[in-house]
């Protein structure tokens, strides 16, 4: 029978049930991988009960270095009777079924174009362990023990690893290795080995550290100089909250006293949480709050007075399936519309768009300067992708002698030299108004913060001329966003082309090797990274370049297509779109048959297009 033949490029999923450990496994046989200096991937896909329903972990091993979702399995292991019929369905001709054969299946459970490795895993359990609960946790190191024969992983990484993790824990040391050498002797001696699909020991992985976009994002924050967090716990991202905590308690105490130099507050409720980050902000502290979308539903009108009375608020949004509770457990980019225009009458907030945890830490720090700059709230939209998968990324870097960018906050000095002060009034022409800071100063420079109209200086006032005023120097403000935010990245074709695509966020792995294949199949198109919203000028010069431009994003109703659109005044005849939301991550594939088959129906055929549809 024909089977896959590849080394250091398949991907490998595990088909199992929420509660029952096996996340833990998983993630070990993706770090051994890893540890072999060969680049991969996983997501790990979960429900969003306690235990009891499917959950899945799905590991891209890619010596190219691919980060995105493939599409299509080239190996199963299949332990979840409940999936099964699903699980086999998603193997490629040619692919591998792993599963417990402890009970045999008949025949029509199997395809006939699959290779079926089947090796008694609950026998082998229930023969060394009497506890329930340790069967169920080390069958799941013993068919890591096995896949780590047939995939040729070497067994001194994966002891290695133990030892890292039960260092001064003996007993479980050895209970693991025991289980782990369970696998692999059944497997060295009655099961064929290795596969067609292999690991060879690599350099790829270099200097790449592996880690989670929420855990990147709470030390961007700590680096950027937040000193206050006001949280409520939600789905995907509390542990933003909880890994800020902990970067604080070992950076923010002072050695000396025993300080903590720091705030934290989980509140009663989303609204309650960004009540207390716009106090923060108002009082000149850095603050953030974390949540997703439905808190963000609940933050809108707190939003609302942070932009109209030009308070500094930065918010981590990672994004998950909705509307309502949705799906808490999967991924989205749909609350592209509900953020940028959050809040009743006529609101922009700035929107920072990381692609990996690297762009996390960054657009986080990032963000709490752009607050202060603009005195304006800003979101950094990241998603469940990102932010609850580790990722293989850059190596974070800070500059030591960098300077918060505290924006125009005018000193006591200044007041007292009888410096002009109008809190809502545009001296510099760039929308931005100077502020003060509570106790600047005992007798100058105070004034009401309101949500209500009033003049330049802060004065009440239901004036037109006065509003007109506000509003559009907030507009001007806007405009100005847009030269200060992280700038667009493109990636040229080879050759020139009038297609163009344009892509954002999580999206951005699968779009790397998509716009590789797309390549090899002749069909050649620029490509445009957006960061951030407002949209800096490249992005009018990109579209009015390209007679037909892609827009690739992860929701229902093309959020950034109405964004373009709506703020670039752009004919949306000559926008695409590329739309996947049902939750996963997108895939190279989805994207490059979308795209060509899109060509294809539009009668562009190049000669290798086939490859690009059948990818």
């Not at 490795?117 to 082998?124: A, K, N, R």
């Not at 609302?304 to 981590?316: R, S």
């Not at 609850?388 to 007292?416: H, I």
């Not at 297509?561 to 590329?578: G, K, M, S, T, Y």
């Amino acid at each position: 029978m024909k089977r896959i033949e590849a080394v250091n490029d398949f991907v490998i999923k595990f088909a199992n049930v929420n509660g029952s450990g096996s996340a833990s496994a998983n993630e070990l046989f993706a770090k051994a991988i890893l540890r072999m200096g060969v680049p991969v991937s996983p997501r790990n896909i979960f429900p969003s009960n306690i235990q009891g329903l499917p959950t899945w972990y799905e590991a891209r091993v890619s010596d190219k270095g691919y980060q995105g979702r493939r599409g299509g399995i080239d190996m199963m292991v299949a332990m979840n009777p409940q999936t099964w019929d699903a699980d086999l369905a998603e193997l490629e001709p040619g692919g591998y079924l792993f599963y417990d054969s402890t009970r045999p299946l008949p025949p029509e459970k199997f395809r006939n174009d699959i290779n079926v490795i089947g090796m008694p895993l609950t026998e082998i359990s229930n023969a060394v362990y009497s506890d329930p609960r340790q069967r169920q946790l080390f069958k799941n190191i013993i068919y890591v023990g096995a896949l780590s024969v047939l995939l040729q992983i070497e067994a001194e990484v994966l002891e290695k690893l133990f030892a890292e993790q039960y260092k001064g824990k003996e007993k479980l040391l050895a209970s693991n290795v025991q289980a782990l050498h369970l696998g692999r002797d059944f497997a060295s001696e009655h099961l064929q080995a290795p596969l067609g699909i292999r690991v060879q020991r690599s350099d790829k992985v270099g200097d790449k550290i592996f880690v989670d976009g929420n855990s990147a994002a709470a030390l961007g924050c700590v680096y950027g100089g937040a000193t206050v967090a006001a949280w409520y716990p939600i789905t995907p991202s509390s542990s933003v909250a909880e890994a800020f905590q902990s970067y604080c308690a070992k950076y923010r105490v002072d050695p000396a006293t025993g300080q903590h130099n720091y705030a934290i507050v989980q509140a009663e409720d989303e609204i309650a949480s960004i009540g207390m980050v716009v106090g923060a902000g108002w009082n000149g502290a850095r603050a953030f709050t974390t949540t997703s979308g439905p808190g963000v539903s609940l933050m809108t009108e707190f939003l609302g007075l942070a932009y109209f009375a030009e308070i500094p608020v930065t918010i981590i949004n990672v994004q998950r399936g909705g509307p309502s509770t949705g799906m808490p457990t999967r991924t989205q980019q749909a609350d592209l519309i509900s953020c940028a225009y959050a809040s009743h009458g006529d609101t922009k907030h700035v929107l920072l768009l990381p692609e990996d945890p690297h762009e996390c830490f960054e657009h986080a720090a990032a963000a709490l300067d752009l607050a202060d700059r603009l005195q304006t709230p800003v979101f950094v939209m990241t998603d469940l992708d990102i932010g609850m998968n580790q990722r293989l990324c850059e190596p974070f870097n800070w500059d030591d002698s960098r300077s918060y960018d505290r924006g125009k906050v005018m000193t006591a000095e200044e007041l007292e030299a009888g410096k002009d002060f109008g809190r809502y009034k545009d001296v510099d022409g760039d929308g931005i108004p100077w502020r003060t800071l509570p106790g600047t100063h005992p007798t100058k420079g105070s004034y009401f913060t309101r949500g209500t109209t009033r003049n330049a200086y802060a004065q009440y006032s239901e004036r037109g001329p006065d509003y007109i005023y506000n509003v559009q120097r907030l507009l001007r403000k806007f405009e100005t966003a847009a030269t200060l935010v992280p700038q667009p990245v493109l990636r040229p074709a080879v050759r020139k082309t009038r297609l163009g695509v344009i892509y954002f966020g999580s999206t951005s792995p699968a779009m790397h090797e998509a716009l590789d294949v797309l390549g090899e199949a002749g069909i050649h198109l620029d490509a445009m990274r957006l960061r951030a919203f407002p949209f800096p000028a490249s992005v009018t010069q990109f579209l009015a370049e390209h007679d037909q431009v892609f827009v690739v994003e992860q929701n229902r109703d093309a959020q950034m297509h109405c964004l373009l659109v709506n703020e670039l005044d752009i004919d949306p005849a000559r926008l695409v779109r590329v739309l996947h939301y049902d939750g996963t991550p997108i895939t190279a594939r989805f994207i490059t048959q979308a795209i060509s088959q899109h060509l294809q129906a539009d009668g562009v055929n190049p000669p290798n297009m086939s490859k690009a549809s059948a990818s």
